[in-house]
């Protein structure tokens, strides 16, 4: 009670008011409210305008030891780490990681997925498929991420990190029948195209579901902690999703347990129609999130290659050597639509793509290997038709075994089974019932 | 073989699991130094370490969340709700992924967890620490939903469930903590120690998942119940002379409607017995399939006695809970038709 008198004392003295003496017309001096509604800078029709993003020049941000003090490198969570210059050059302290056969292997990669990509929109518009999610514009980020992680570390990507699966070397036709619905089907038809899984190559079943994953993440590595393995979890989110409290929550949990995990935001600056700004608030960037939590946070050059890999590298050894989590934001652009359900230009500048500052991730890291002596526009153009070659063989070997709606599918019989390891009576009747 | 409550079960359980598989963790808001509010884990750090059982945030989301992460990894986390009101915003985390994981990554990611909440009211907690949201789970394809009655049933259940290969949702209810509450408030409860079901078995055991149990053999009426229902059916039968036949449910999913066919097909009279609200309660689900499987056996309309669909009130408890008073003349309505 003592509590509540002082702060209605309190009350009284601070806004002049008394239960007794209340005086109506001093509260009418006061200026009306308005709501805060934040706006993008530009709408259908407008001229696109990125002047705002500030963009630090290549190589200019300091690459700290891994094991600095969060409070000492927290000017790393409002700047953007960039390797590749406007020439081609890779600069700075984050530079000269990769060797040529690597990044070759990165380029190759990040072509896959975009023919890939661009076969299975087709696909859909087809009517081979319900629905798809394309990467355009976002390849480097985890076709380049995968590239620092381990055989055993596990991820939990959202719906566009498909790259983790190329890079790794996942089968193109799996994703395809996955993607088809069909026969071969590896979730038998259970899951919306594109919602992938696959445990042995370190990617967790992708829910549908915003930001779920994150947390799931935290406590993935809290659990190699517990075991004394050397396994690491890395945590993947869109920057609308991290107003999910799931969000917060990852944060809370992987700062006090200092938990073995990355933590990945991809903002790709648009949320369906929703810009970034909606999500981000007043805290400048997404990676300033991490500070008030004490993790270590920083923004990286998404459509940079060799940036994306040299601070997924640092960020992993963090990890991997117990000294806890790291939170990174990939600052790129989501080029396409959301999904085929999308059509941005109900709410952006059709031409923003051509605008954004960062440039396209593949043109940058070609241009980067024919400087380095080590590519040229022949071998650029030879290498895009035999991806895409290899695309179309894979596709039709997938389409052998069927599409949504036509040629093989997974039998009926496989909706009721793995609700649980065990059917239960109650299923076992209705799947009597269903006739199967 | 030891006279127990139910606590000193529930913890018993979380003992040897913890003991005999060290991918068993326990986490959950103050359940780590201090062993919980209800003091279910009290101990458990000390004895297996901060590693294996520890204190989170006050978030359930986050608890559940991370135990759903862990369970995919390969660890058995058993966590605490620190009460089933306290659920929903680790609601998603258990119907979107918990529950799901299996299904739809085809079995290449599982989800062994137990989250235990304590549930129920009659403790004068008002409409935050006492509801009953069974039905919110059993709607859930994917979960396991489990009311333990007893002291000797909640040890069996729990180990069960630590070893289950699904997720589980373990409701406690907190009224039978201490005693075989039985709805009479204004007496004092039985303790464990004096009732035969607080006789628990050292070491491991399990009541399998999805038994039910007969607590009172009987001809007139099949009354169903679980939790601390069981035993206000109990006071009823007694208190009406109704010759009712008792089934604790003890899991609600999966269900043993073998038990219950058999019982009402006997009896052909039933009446369902369930704390929380009525409306879209586990007694619907109840109802619709006696009807079902016992129509032709039915000589009486089934009914439902269940909390009024109102949040569960403070002052007015006892107006709220379905007791002894409320169960029995639906009882002698029942033998009346």
Redesign the interface.
């Known amino acids: 009670m003592f509590g509540w008198n002082r702060l209605f004392r309190k009350a009284q003295t601070c806004f002049g008011w008394g239960g007794r003496d209340y005086d109506g017309d001093a509260m009418a001096e006061n200026a009306p409210l308005s709501l805060h509604v934040p706006e993008p800078e530009v709408r259908p029709g407008g001229t696109p305008d990125f002047s705002s993003v500030r963009i630090p020049k290549a190589g200019s941000v300091a690459r700290p030891e891994v094991d600095a003090e969060p409070e000492s490198i927290r000017d790393l969570a409002y700047s953007i780490i960039r390797v590749l210059n406007r020439s081609g050059e890779a600069v700075g302290p984050w530079a000269g990681l990769l060797s040529d056969a690597e990044l070759l292997a990165g380029l190759r990669h990040m072509m896959t997925l975009r023919a890939f990509d661009a076969r299975m929109l087709m696909a859909q518009r087809q009517g081979k498929t319900s629905f798809y999610m394309q990467h355009m514009g976002e390849e480097a980020v985890s076709c380049a991420f995968r590239m620092a992680l381990e055989p055993g570390d ?1 991820n ?1 990507p959202t719906y566009r990190q498909a790259g983790l699966l190329i890079a790794g070397g996942y089968p193109m036709g799996d994703m395809m029948n996955q993607i088809f619905s069909n026969e071969r089907d ?3 038809g ?2 919306l195209p594109v ?1 992938y ?3 042995k190559d370190g990617f ?2 992708v ?1 549908g ?1 915003l930001a ?1 994953q ?14 004394h393995d050397t396994r690491i ?1 890395v945590g993947w989110i869109g920057d609308g999703s991290t107003a999910e ?2 969000f917060h ?2 944060l ?2 992987a700062s ?1 347990y200092k938990a073995p995990v990355v933590l990945n935001i991809v903002n790709n600056q648009w949320a369906i129609s929703t810009f970034q700004g909606i999500a981000r608030g007043g805290s400048g960037t997404f990676a300033a999130r991490g500070l008030g939590f004490g993790i270590p946070a920083l923004r990286v050059d998404g459509n940079d290659y060799l940036a994306v890999y040299a601070v997924a590298k640092w960020a992993v050894e963090r990890a991997r050597r117990n000294l806890g989590p790291t939170l990174i934001e990939h600052v790129t652009y989501r080029v396409g639509a959301h999904s085929t359900s999308d059509d941005p230009a109900a709410y952006r500048p059709k031409t923003e793509s051509d605008a954004w500052p960062l440039g396209d991730p593949v043109i940058r890291l070609r241009n980067h290997l024919i400087l380095r002596g080590a590519w040229s526009e022949e071998r650029h153009k030879q290498a895009e038709a035999e991806i895409l070659d290899s695309v179309i063989t894979a596709q039709k070997a997938a389409e052998q075994h069927g599409t949504l709606h036509a040629g093989g599918k997974p039998s009926v019989r496989d909706m009721f089974e ?4 065990e059917m ?3 299923l076992r009747r209705q799947r009597h019932e269903a006739g199967v | 073989m030891a006279r127990r409550t139910m606590i000193e079960a529930i913890r018993d359980a979380m003992d040897v699991m913890m003991a005999r598989d060290d991918n068993v963790v326990v986490f959950g808001e103050d359940v780590g130094y201090f062993g919980g509010v209800f003091r279910a884990t009290q101990g458990l750090q000390a004895k297996y370490g901060k590693s294996r059982c520890f204190d989170a945030p006050i978030s359930e989301l986050g608890i559940v969340g991370a135990a759903v992460g862990m369970a995919a990894y390969g660890l058995r986390p058993c966590v605490e709700i620190q009460f089933a009101d306290y659920m929903y915003p680790g609601y998603d985390q258990i119907v979107s992924e918990a529950a799901r994981l299996r299904y739809r990554s085809n079995g290449d990611f599982t989800c062994p967890l137990v989250v235990r909440m304590p549930t129920g009211g009659g403790i004068s907690g008002g409409q935050t620490h006492s509801q009953s949201p069974e039905a919110l789970f059993t709607h859930v394809a994917g979960l396991k939903t489990v009311v333990p009655s007893s002291p000797r049933d909640a040890k069996g259940l729990l180990i069960a469930a630590i070893e289950d290969p699904d997720p589980v949702i373990f409701l406690e209810p907190k009224r039978l903590y201490n005693g075989p509450f039985d709805g009479h408030h204004d007496r004092p409860v039985t303790p464990w120690s004096k009732h035969e079901l607080g006789e628990v078995l050292d070491g491991h055991y399990i009541v399998p998942l999805g038994q039910a149990a007969i607590r009172r053999a009987g001809s007139a009426v099949t009354v169903l119940a679980y939790g601390t229902m069981v035993y206000v059916a109990l006071a009823a039968a007694e208190e009406t002379g109704v010759d009712a036949e008792i089934i604790d449910l003890r899991t609600l999913v999966p269900l043993d409607l073998d038990t219950i066919t058999a019982s009402v097909r006997k009896t052909g009279r039933c009446v369902i017995v369930h704390e929380a609200t009525l409306t879209s309660g586990f007694g619907g689900e109840l109802s619709a399939l006696v009807q079902e499987t016992c129509f032709h056996h039915l000589e009486a309309p089934i009914q439902r006695v269940a909390g009024w669909d109102t949040p569960y009130p403070h002052a007015q408890e006892w107006d709220y809970f379905p007791g002894p008073a409320r169960l029995g003349r639906a009882l002698l309505e029942t033998m009346e038709q």
Request: proline share 7%.
């Open positions: 596990m939990f590896p979730l038998k259970r899951q919602l899984s696959s445990k967790f079943t829910s579901n779920t994150y947390i799931q993440a935290v406590g993935w590595a809290m659990a190699s902690a517990v075991k979890a409290s799931d929550a990852a809370v949990f006090t793995g609700v649980y390891a239960p009576p109650h």
